[in-house]
């Protein structure tokens, strides 16, 4: 089965075409990233990335159709990321991905871009075994849940305030350094001295198991003020290592917390902050000790992409496999005005 990924929630405009139910791979896959659009402003504007996604959208699937080596017409369902994410940027994939399935006669599937992004990690691994534990860190999304299986997900702790990556994000803004910050930070923290500052991250006084960074990211930036500190000196490269290594003790604090007193198989670690590379050393090495199992998605599977979102739709289109024309998630209006068309078909 040919599956046609669309994934527009955020600065990526992305589409991909996955072979699935037989040899399970990805044919191809293009991303037009608004990086340099945004990189002026230290953060994403809508209305640029929403203008960008509906000038670039029909040729991108133009491209990734060719390079998939496939015409439209071999294509066999439609996925789409239909949130979270930014509304005008969501609506022109919703916008697209409709009227290919009317023309096309394909059915649709919408699908959660942070559940998408769990799904990321089965592309390369697909004998990761249920329960999991799994963490999403990106520029939006800071949660960690519990999976029995595919489709039944408990969120166990989400972030209160800014999300594991935005911190990066906006230290980098702090420094003029543009958008997004956290390849930077950890570009400038392979030689830096992780020990440098002590930074600490709170514990909620209401005893939750929530996340909050918005107090960690005011102290990096009081020191980052205090010693004025320049960018590409050895400070900034302290300051980039001892803030990672603060974060990622605390994301991993709370995994090996959760993992503890559930009986999981395996843990995922996904999203932009999961291609971070001390992420991805401290959590090899703590999974290793404890013996557990621990997948990460590849490197272009970590940030926003497409793959992941045909991947998962192809699984939810399997769970249900009634579904034409229109998903489940699509909104009434939608699904009533999908089944007057194809009423006249
Ligand atoms: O998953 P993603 O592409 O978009 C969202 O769904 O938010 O994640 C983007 C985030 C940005 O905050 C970016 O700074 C961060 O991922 N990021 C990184 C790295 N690469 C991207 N953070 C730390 N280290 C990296 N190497
Ligand atoms: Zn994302």
Not at 59 to 70: C, H, I, N, P, W
Not at 255 to 266: E, F, R
Not at 274 to 294: M, P
Request: glycine fraction near 8%; proline fraction near 3%.
């Amino acid at each position: 089965m040919l599956v046609l990924g669309i994934e527009t929630s955020c600065d990526e405009t992305a589409v991909a075409v996955v072979e699935r139910g037989g040899q399970d791979r990805v044919l191809a896959e293009v991303i037009k990233s608004q990086v340099d659009l945004h990189a002026e402003y230290g953060g994403i504007v809508p209305e640029i990335a929403s203008r960008t996604h509906y000038q670039v959208i029909d040729l991108l699937t133009r491209r990734v159709l060719e390079e998939a080596g496939v015409t439209v017409a071999q294509i066999n369902m439609l996925a789409l990321t239909l949130g979270p994410g930014l509304i005008g940027s969501l609506l022109i994939g919703l916008a697209f991905a409709k009227g290919l399935a009317l023309t096309c006669r394909l059915p649709l599937v919408a699908v959660d871009h942070i559940l998408a992004h769990v799904e990321a990690a089965f592309i390369t691994h697909p004998d990761i075994q249920y329960p999991l534990l799994a963490l999403v860190v990106s520029g939006g999304h800071t949660t960690l849940f519990y999976q029995k299986k595919k489709f039944s997900s408990q969120v166990l702790a989400k972030t209160r305030d800014d999300a594991a990556g935005e911190i990066m994000d906006k230290v980098a803004k702090h420094f003029g350094l543009g958008y997004p910050g956290g390849p930077l930070l950890d570009e400038a923290a392979g030689s830096g001295d992780p020990g440098r500052f002590a930074f600490t991250l709170p514990k909620m006084s209401d005893g939750s198991d929530d996340f909050s960074f918005s107090g960690f990211k005011t102290s990096v930036l009081r020191y980052a003020r205090a010693d004025k500190i320049a960018v590409g000196s050895q400070s900034f490269n302290d300051l980039a290592a001892s803030l990672l290594r603060v974060l990622v003790d605390y994301l991993l604090g709370k995994v090996l917390a959760a993992a503890a007193h559930l009986q999981v198989k395996s843990v995922v670690v996904a999203g932009g902050v999961s291609r971070n590379s001390l992420l991805r050393q401290h959590f090899t090495a703590a999974c290793r000790e404890k013996s557990w199992r621990l997948f990460l998605p590849e490197p272009n599977h970590c940030t926003d992409n497409a793959a992941m979102v045909a991947w998962y739709g192809y699984e939810k289109y399997q769970d249900f496999p009634h579904l034409n024309y229109f998903d489940l998630y699509l909104n009434s209006y939608s699904r009533a005005l999908f089944r007057e068309v194809n009423k006249h078909r």
